[in-house]
Structure formats: C-alpha cells, structure tokens
C-alpha cells in the first residue's frame, strides 16, 4: 500500500515565470492544430503501427517488465470530512483550444453549475490516450503536458496537492508504453504542473473515501491481462471488503464494441471481473472507459456503463450506437460462465439528431481539414484518368485497354479503397460489408476517372506534345478531379456510416473540435456517489495571457465565452 505519507517530500519543481503572451518560448510549449487524420502519411503510418501492434504486439509489451516496478496500490481514503471530489477524463492530447478548454475547466477551484458547486477533483483519472497520433515525448509535451501544465501551473497553497493516474490507450501504445511510462510512472513523484503523479505502471488500484476503489485494467489490442498486472490486482483485492464498492475503468468501452465490433472484445473484461474482483464480494458498480470520443451512459440493475472521451480528440458519432446491450454477449464462451444483464441507452451527447446533423458536415470538412487528402486524391485520380486516356486513344480491341499502367492503377484505387474500408484493427472479424462497401467505392472512384478520360478526350490539350498535355492536367485538371474525388469519398463516408463502416472516419476526416465532456465525482459522507457529466457546446478558440493572476491560475484564460452545463442530471450511485 502507499499512501500520502509514505514517502519522502520531495523538493518542489522551479515554476517558470507566468508568461506574458502565447509565445512558445514564453509558455513552453508549441500549440497544436488538430490532427488531419486523413493526412496520407498519418494514414499510412497509423496504419502500419495498428499492423505490426497487431502482429507483434507481444513482442513489444512492457508490460511484464513492469513487475520490477514499485507494485503498490494507493491508499487516498483519509479525508478530514470522509468525503471527497474526483474527476475523470479521456482521449485528450489532440488539438490545443479543445485540449486546453478542457483542461482549464478542470483546473477551476470549483464549477457552478445549475446553481450547485462543484470543487476541482482531488484526483484527476485520465482514461486513455492521452496524446495523438503517436506517443513520443515531443508530442506529449506539446499536446498533453504543457497545456495541462498551463491550466494548473502550481499547485493550490491551501488545498491538498491533486494527484493525476492515467491509464494508457491505444495511441499511447504505438510505441510500446516507452513515453507513457517516462512521464507518467517515475521512479520518484513527478508533477505535470499542479498535479503529481504518482503511480508506477501502466494501470493502478486505488483506495478512495466511503468503501469505494477505482481498478484500472490496461488491456489493450485484445492482449491478454499479463501475469504481473494479474498479481498486482490479486494483492490489492486482498484489502477488499464485500462491503466496498468498486469503479472500473477500462482502455476502451468493450461493452458496446462486443455488440457493435466483435462478440468477444468483452471476454478480457469479464475474466477480470470473474477472477479478480467477484471473489472479494464487493460490487462493481461503475465501468468508465474513453476511446470513443462522445458521452454515453448505459444504465442496468447492478451497474452503469459510461463512455466518456470528450477530453480534446475529435467528436464522434452517436447515432450509430445501440439503443440496448447485451453484456457479456451471448454468443461469446463467457456466456457460460457469466450471468449476461442488459443495459439501455440513458443518455448520449451530443443527440442523436445532433449526431446525424454534423455527419453531413462531412462534404465541407474533409476537404477543408485535409488538403494533403484531397491532393492525393487529385494525383491518383489524373493517374488513372491519363492511363485511361492512353490506352482508349490507341484503339483496338478490349484486351489493348488494359495497359499495364492502366491496370496498376485500378489495382491501386481498389487496393486502396478496400483497405480504407477495412483497417488494420479490423482485418480479422470478417464483415462481408467492409469487402463489399471497398470494392463499391473503389468502381465509385474508377467510374469517375472513366468520366475524366472521356471528357479529356474531346479537350485540345490530350494532343498537344509532351509534356504539355501532363502539365495542363497537373494544373487544371488535378485540383478539378481531385475536389471532387474528396466530394465522392464524402459521399461513400456518409452512406457507408450507416451501415457500420467507416463510421470513424467519417467523424475523424472532419476534426469536430466542439462538444466536448468529462465526469466530476463526489463521494458522499454516507458513501454515496454521484456522478456529474459535464459537457461543453462549443469550446474556446481565444485565449489570452494572464501574467498578473497567481501562481496557481492558468497562465492563459478564455477571451470568449467557455461555458460548462450538465449532460443530464447528477447519477446517483447509492
């Protein structure tokens, strides 16, 4: 066990002066864009790294090297008036204005809303991905660090230091935890700012007021729960009493992916329930987990299932969501061994009309949020169009048409259009609509170079002499072909969604900064708990210096309005 007195006080960190603008050199730190993630690279590269995590994820797990870290649970039960406030967020570490309203929210003293006051959290539980796309230490500074560091730049002079947990996601494991656990599991107690950390692996046990405990499972890739993070839960279930209460908090919500995804995306979660936490008697009351980046509460007799990743990432759907679960599924081998409940769909944000109104954004928004998208479209599309145009200006019979750069590329366009339709993290559960809406979009695409050719054909410039026919369609006819490529892709984005495919990309391509949530928890003197969800419309693109606040005020404050309200009203768990 470790609690707040375990350790020696170590030496506070030297607080750089408040800075007097957004001057990286100033602030420490360089602002980021949100991610473009159909950026050709990005795609490649995420692509690639969610392959090989797939393929050799064993062989890069530290996990198991984790066993010779300090394996103590935490102990934050004592409080003066045996309560306390505790706050949960997920999936930030994207774009600075939605990263940053987010955090400045959480670094209040205390929120108003509805009239109630709810103070900061004593412990702020970060969920999952905590940087995107990729982990290193440049990007968690950038993205995650600094503007964390700049919401609460020291800690407040009369209130315990708030401590920070955090809980890896898939974007956090790209480069197999090395990053994560530089910052977040340091040897000695760290400090993002005003927060401590204080954990030293990948996943933590701690002790909380009014018998509850927070779990927090790393189960990441469909892995197995390793050995060392077994025996770590076993001890720490050892100080649990059949009267505690328990919250969980997972990498991702299987729950709804075992009904939406694959039936046995659930079966690492259930095992850990049967194994680890059943035979203590307590009852798990509460699973949180963020990944998907909207708020959505399922409700049943024995627990609530929340998903909360509004902590900065792009806005996901919620349309798409089942209104009923199944948990654990029961096509899946835990079937046997586990009671399965249903859970129905209490609450979502943003609404499922608002969920439908923004998808349609998606003609708008993935041309505007990724150039280098729409550009390699142009260029695949002129390609093609040019190998068309060619082998149609030969003449002769059908087999002359399908010249060998011809051919590469429509093996090219449909290749790619299948694996967009079918990423790396799907590729082994066999939906026959993935195969079948790639191939679709990939003839989409063909028919439209089709029209280019033809319309090519009877323009002067085909018979000019090279390479002026390969310069007028560089200049006029890429950017042409290739907006409306992206107009087509938008299209299959839009109709594909509605079948369960694609649904990611067609909210990822348009970058929705806005809507945005996180949970504030109080646990009550008689051991109750409530939850508070609270969400943000529309987040803060303004911000300005404060160089004169105190010490322990974000360095930047909002110069418009940045409003909290509650989703729905408090959840109150007895």
């Given amino acids: 066990m470790t609690d707040d007195h375990s350790r020696p006080v170590e030496a506070e960190p030297v607080v750089p002066p408040r800075p007097r603008s957004m001057d990286p050199q100033e602030i420490g730190f360089t602002p980021q864009r949100m991610v473009g993630w159909l950026a050709p690279l990005l795609l490649l590269s995420t692509g690639l790294r969610a392959l ?42 994207d774009g600075f204005h939605s990263t940053y309203s987010v955090a400045w929210l959480l670094a209040q003293r205390q929120l108003t809303l509805d009239g109630d006051e709810l103070p900061r959290g004593r412990l702020l539980l970060m969920g999952g991905d905590q940087v995107y796309p990729l982990a290193s230490g440049d990007a968690y500074e950038n993205r995650m660090k600094g503007p964390y560091r700049a919401a609460l730049p020291e800690p407040p002079p009369d209130q315990p230091r708030p401590t920070l947990f955090a809980l890896p996601g898939n974007h956090d494991w790209y480069d197999g935890l090395t990053a994560f656990l530089r910052l977040f599991a340091r040897r000695k107690d760290g400090h993002i700012g005003g927060w401590r950390t204080q954990q030293r692996r990948s996943y933590f046990a701690v002790k909380l007021p009014g018998n509850w405990w927070v779990f927090a499972m790393d189960e990441q890739f469909g892995a197995y729960i390793d050995d060392p993070q077994l025996l770590y839960f076993e001890k720490a279930a050892r100080n649990v009493r059949p009267e505690d209460r328990i919250i969980l908090m997972t990498p991702s919500p299987k729950w709804v992916k075992a009904t939406t995804e694959d039936p046995a995306a659930y079966d690492a979660t259930d095992y850990f329930l049967r194994t680890i936490l059943a035979p203590t008697g307590a009852n798990v009351r509460v699973l949180v987990s963020g990944d998907m980046h909207h708020y959505a509460r399922y409700s049943g007799p024995d627990r609530q299932l929340i998903t909360c990743g509004g902590g900065g990432a792009y806005l996901l759907a919620t349309h798409q969501l089942p209104e009923q679960l199944t948990v654990p599924p029961e096509e899946t081998l835990t079937r046997s061994k586990s009671r399965s409940r249903r859970y129905d769909l209490a609450t979502r944000f943003p609404s499922a009309a608002e969920s439908r109104r923004l998808s349609w954004g998606v003609f708008r928004r ?22 068309m145009a060619g082998a149609a200006s030969q003449g002769g019979n059908i087999q002359r048409l399908f010249t060998i750069p011809l051919s590469m590329m429509i093996l090219i366009v449909l290749g790619g259009t299948v694996l967009f339709a079918r990423p790396p993290g799907a590729a082994f559960h066999n939906h026959a609509r993935h195969w079948l809406f790639g191939l679709g979009h990939g003839f989409a695409q063909i028919g439209l170079a089709i029209l280019g050719a033809w319309v090519w054909l009877r323009t002067p410039a085909h018979d ?77 693109r303004k911000w300005v210096a404060d160089p004169d606040g105190d010490p322990h005020s974000p360095w930047l404050r909002p110069d418009e309005p940045l409003v909290a309200h509650r989703i729905e009203p408090p959840i109150r768990v007895e």
């Fill in 52 to 93: 090989l995590a797939i393929l050799f994820g064993a062989y890069l797990d530290k996990r198991e090297l984790q066993n010779s870290l300090d394996g103590e649970w935490f102990d934050h039960s004592a409080t003066a008036d045996g309560e306390m406030w505790l706050d949960y967020v997920a999936d930030l570490g």
């Fill in 366 to 387: 993935v041309p505007a949020r990724n150039p280098g998208f729409a550009t390699m479209l142009g260029i695949i599309q002129t390609l093609t169009m040019l190998a």
């Fill in 464 to 540: 000019w002499s090279w390479p002026g026919p390969l310069v007028v369609a560089a200049v006029v006819y890429g950017p042409i072909i290739g907006f409306l490529s992206t107009q087509l892709c938008a299209l299959y984005l839009l109709i594909a969604g509605q079948f369960q495919v694609n649904v990611n990309e067609l909210f990822a391509g348009q970058s929705i900064e806005d809507r945005k949530s996180f949970l504030r928890l109080h646990i009550a003197a008689d051991g109750s708990l409530t939850i508070h969800p609270i969400g943000i419309e529309a987040i803060c």
